[in-house]
């Protein structure tokens, strides 16, 4: 991937500038919405806020809706294709990852014209202007972030595999230091001066990290990171983190840094399940709240009622499919477990063991079934 034919985007305000700048889909477009909404609400009339989408898909349609939305005279919105650079990449994209993380890695190219940038996700709502944000001294920093506090639990919760993978492979100097790259300050000159975005995009082009690009920025400016206090991005405990005891599986030392925080600053809603899939996790009324005042509320309230009728749906058809086979899984289950006691071939007994509790499985999902109808 050759950087270096990237030209830096000109400037649109020349004083108490903050530039801010987002990754996002096309199909994403009404969630960052959002996240623009609350930095209109929270912002200053007396600073310029100039923002930066990076994206590879943007339709005309939704850029017009966020261009209408920032029509204050102190708000610039622009949108920059980074088709070109990320189209012929085949690049480590797990579980609900998007390929737009990585837009993140060359931005820095794009805004040298800037001495210093906001970085943030598009999951995000602000709860104080970024321009308190903005004001902390990087100069002898490659960035500013908060600790990952979920990563704290993850450790606790998975043990030693992945401990030995942040020491091992990211060399880090202490696994409680690992920073969360969804709000980020961004000293633009250190990056420059120091390659930084060649280096990692080469570094995640040759290496699929556990956690994609925040991995790779970890593994090459842990040391360099001016760690901001966590009320600056403040991941909400998720139902399925409250099942797995994630508070109780984090240090000593994050636990308590997660736990001070009163009065988040900016809410990530962090992890798989956002306010807009489940209205009822933390902290979704304050998102909702937001919402409820873009152009994109009647959409994003339908879009999550088809996606709840839709796994309704499925969750039916799966159940009627194992009630119309419910005798079939008994019939299977008794002739495994038959084989199993009449087999001597040890491999054979271990096939027909798993066999066997595959249907007992099907059979217990059948009855509890009914059991909650």
Known sequence: MNLETIK???????????????????????????TIKSIIDKSDDSYNYDLVVFTKDMSDYNKKILTQMC?????????????????KLNLYTPAHITIETYFRLIIPKYMSNYKKI??????????????????????????????ECLMSALLGIYGKKVVDYMYERLKLKDVD???????????????????????????????????????????????KCYWLPNEWNYPPLQKHMKLKNYIENMSDFIRNKYLSVKNPK??????????????????????WKVAKTTPYYEYILSNMMDKKLE?????????IKNVKNYKLYCLKYWKFKFLELITINKHKKEHYIYKKNLYKGRILQVKQAFKSV
């Open 8 to 34: 830096p985007i000109e400037k649109i305000f020349e004083e108490n500038v903050i530039p801010i700048t987002f990754s996002s889909s096309d199909s994403f477009a009404p969630y960052l919405a959002v």
């Open 71 to 87: 029509n204050k005279d102190n708000f610039s919105i622009r949108f920059v294709n980074v088709k070109e650079f990320f189209d």
């Open 118 to 147: 906001l970085f943030l996700d598009s999951d995000l709502i602000i709860c104080e202007d970024v321009k308190n944000l903005f004001k902390y001294d990087i100069s002898d920093y490659a960035l500013a972030a908060t600790e």
């Open 177 to 223: 230091r690992y920073f969360q790259a969804g709000v980020m300050l961004i000293n633009i000159d250190y990056f420059n001066l120091h390659d930084c975005s060649s280096k990692l995009m080469d570094m995640v082009c040759n290496f699929n990290y556990n956690i994609v690009d925040q991995d790779a920025m970890n593994e090459l400016l842990n040391d």
């Open 266 to 287: 900016i809410l990530h809603f962090a992890d798989r399940s956002k306010p807009w899939i489940d209205a009822s996790e933390d902290y979704a009324t304050v998102w």
């Open 311 to 319: 796994k309704y749906n499925n969750s039916n058809i799966y159940f």
